[in-house]
C-alpha cells in the first residue's frame, strides 16, 4: 500500500550546518524573534539542496511559541528510496514502530458523549476508519468543520494521477515537519471530468509532532475543451499510517461542461508513492452519504502554532527592507467568472532574492488572482537559500496592501522570517517579472 511519508535515520548535514551558521551570524536580523530551543537534526536529502534528484542517494501567528516536534516524532524523509537502511512508513506499521505516540482518538458510537480525548483511547483500526466520519481539528477544518464523511461506497466522480518533479523536505517548521512535493504534470479522468495537470503544482504535507498530518495542495487544470480549473485541495488524518482524506475545493468556469465541480461535495483519499514519485487522487461524490455512526477525531499537539487556511490582514507603515524578489512569470491563465469572482492565474516559473535572503525562486505554484471586487492577490511560492535552506511563502492581499507569511525552518538561519511581522511591496510588473520588496511592518 501505498505511503503518506516516508522514514529514515536522522543524517548530519555539516556543510548546510556551517552556512547557516555564517549566514546567521553574518547577517543579524534587527527583529527580535523567539529562538527554538530544540536542536535541528539535519534531516534532509542526500546531498543538501534540500530536494530529491537523480544526484542524491536516490533519497497565523509566529508569536506563540513553534511547535517543537519531540523526540517521537515520526520522521520525513524527501528520498525516493530511504538511505542508511531505513524503510518506508507502511500503511500497516504502527506507530510504536516509528517509536511515535499515537493521536488523541475519539471514537463514537452514536450514543452518549464522546470521550476524553486525553485519555488512552485506542486508535480506530485502519478498517474502521476508512468508514468512519472523520472530525477534523478546528483550525484545519476543510470546509467541513461537522465531520468530513468518509468515501468508502459512494459514487466515483474521478480519479487523478498526478507525476512527482522534486521532493523537498523543508524541515521542522513553527507548524511541524514539513515537506514540499512539486507535481509536473498528470491527469484528472472521469465520466464527466477530463483533464490534465499544469506543471507548476505544489502538495504540501505536515507532521504534526503526536503523528496527526494536514495537507494543502494547490493544482491548475486544462480541460480538453481548454478550460482552465483552479484547485485547492485540503487533507488530514488522525495519523500517517491512516489514508489521507482530501476535500477539494474547485473553481470551475461558470456555466462550463465542468461547472459542477464548483458546487458537488467532493472527498477522497490521497495516496504518496514516493518511489515511483506518483500521487494519486481518488474523489467521489457525498453529497447523499450519511452520517457515520462511528467518528475519528483529529487532535492537534497543545500548545503549537496551528497553521490557517485564509490569507493573514494586517496593517502598518514600511520600516527596514527585509529583501527584495524578482520573480519569473508565464503568461495569465484565465478561469474566467467561478463561484469567488473572476479567477485569474499567473504561473512563477523561477526567480532571484537579494538582501537578507541570498537565493532563488523556485519554479512551481503562482499568483491567484480575483480581478473583480478589489483585485486580490494569492501568491504560493518557495525560496531557497543559497544555503539550502526552503522558505514557503504567501504573499497576499490586495494589491495595494499585500501582506507575506513565511514558514522557514524552526532552528534555521531565516527562523526569524517566522514572527511574520512584515509588510510587501505593491508589484512592479516588468516583462515576464515582477518585482516586490519585503519589508519590516511599523
Given amino acids: 500500500m501505498s505511503t503518506l511519508f516516508s522514514l529514515r535515520r536522522a543524517d548530519t548535514l555539516l556543510p548546510l550546518v556551517f552556512l547557516c551558521a555564517l549566514a546567521c551570524n553574518s547577517d543579524e536580523p534587527t527583529t527580535k524573534t523567539r529562538s527554538p530551543s530544540n536542536d535541528d537534526d539535519g534531516r534532509d536529502d542526500a546531498d543538501g539542496d534540500g530536494e530529491t534528484s537523480q544526484d542524491d542517494v536516490t533519497s497565523d501567528d509566529a508569536r506563540a511559541s513553534p511547535r517543537r516536534p519531540d523526540a517521537g516524532t515520526p520522521k520525513l524523509d524527501a528520498a525516493v528510496e530511504p538511505v542508511d537502511g531505513g524503510k518506508p512508513l507502511d500503511a500497516g506499521t504502527k506507530p510504536s514502530q516509528v517509536d ?32 468512519s466520519t472523520l472530525i477534523p481539528h478546528a483550525s484545519w477544518t476543510c470546509g467541513m468543520p461537522e465531520g468530513i464523511p468518509s468515501p468508502v461506497g459512494a459514487p466515483v ?64 487544470l486544462k480541460t480538453k475543451d481548454g478550460k482552465y480549473i483552479y484547485l485547492r485541495v485540503c487533507g488530514t488524518a488522525p495519523h500517517a499510517d491512516e489514508p489521507m482524506r482530501v476535500v477539494m475545493d474547485f473553481e470551475a468556469p461558470n456555466g462550463s461542461s465542468v461547472a459542477f465541480l464548483n458546487t458537488t461535495k467532493l472527498v477522497g483519499t490521497r495516496e504518496l508513492d514516493a518511489a515511483g514519485k506518483k500521487l494519486t487522487l481518488t474523489v467521489s461524490d457525498v453529497s447523499q452519504v450519511a452520517p457515520s455512526a462511528s467518528s475519528v477525531k483529529v487532535d492537534n499537539p497543545a500548545g503549537v502554532v496551528d497553521q490557517t487556511w485564509d490569507c493573514k490582514v494586517d496593517k502598518g507603515t514600511a520600516g527596514t527592507q527585509i529583501y527584495k524578489e524578482v520573480v519569473n512569470i508565464g503568461g495569465s491563465l484565465s478561469v474566467g467568472a467561478s463561484k469567488r469572482g473572476n479567477r485569474n492565474i499567473i504561473p512563477i516559473t523561477g526567480g532571484t532574492t537579494t538582501g537578507r535572503i541570498k537565493g ?83
Fill in 100 to 131: 511515535a505516540q499515537p493521536p488523541s482518538t475519539t471514537v463514537d458510537s452514536g450514543a452518549g458523549t464522546k470521550g476524553d480525548t486525553d485519555s488512552a483511547v485506542p486508535t480506530t483500526p485502519s478498517s474502521s476508519f476508512a468508514n
Fill in 157 to 220: 466522480v474521478f480519479t487523478a494521477s498526478l507525476d512527482i518533479a522534486n521532493i523537498r523536505e523543508v524541515g521542522d517548521t513553527r507548524f511541524g515537519k514539513r515537506q514540499l512535493i512539486e507535481v509536473n504534470t498528470g491527469t484528472f479522468k472521469g465520466p464527466k471530468l477530463d483533464a490534465t495537470v499544469m506543471a507548476g503544482g505544489l502538495d504540501q504535507p505536515l507532521l504534526l509532532s503526536n503523528g496527526a498530518v494536514e495537507l494543502e495542495q494547490i493544482l491548475t
Fill in 360 to 442: 532563488s525562486v523556485l519554479p512551481g505554484g503562482g499568483d491567484f488572482q480575483i480581478l473583480d471586487g478589489g483585485f486580490l492577490l494569492d501568491a504560493r511560492y518557495t525560496v531557497k537559500s543559497d544555503e539550502g535552506e526552503l522558505i514557503l511563502v504567501r504573499n497576499c492581499g490586495p494589491a495595494a496592501a499585500l501582506v507575506p507569511v513565511f514558514e522557514a525552518r524552526a532552528a534555521g538561519c531565516y527562523a526569524f522570517l517566522n514572527a511574520n511581522d512584515w509588510l510587501s511591496s505593491s508589484p512592479s510588473v516588468g516583462l515576464g517579472t515582477v518585482t516586490l520588496t519585503t519589508t519590516e511592518k511599523r
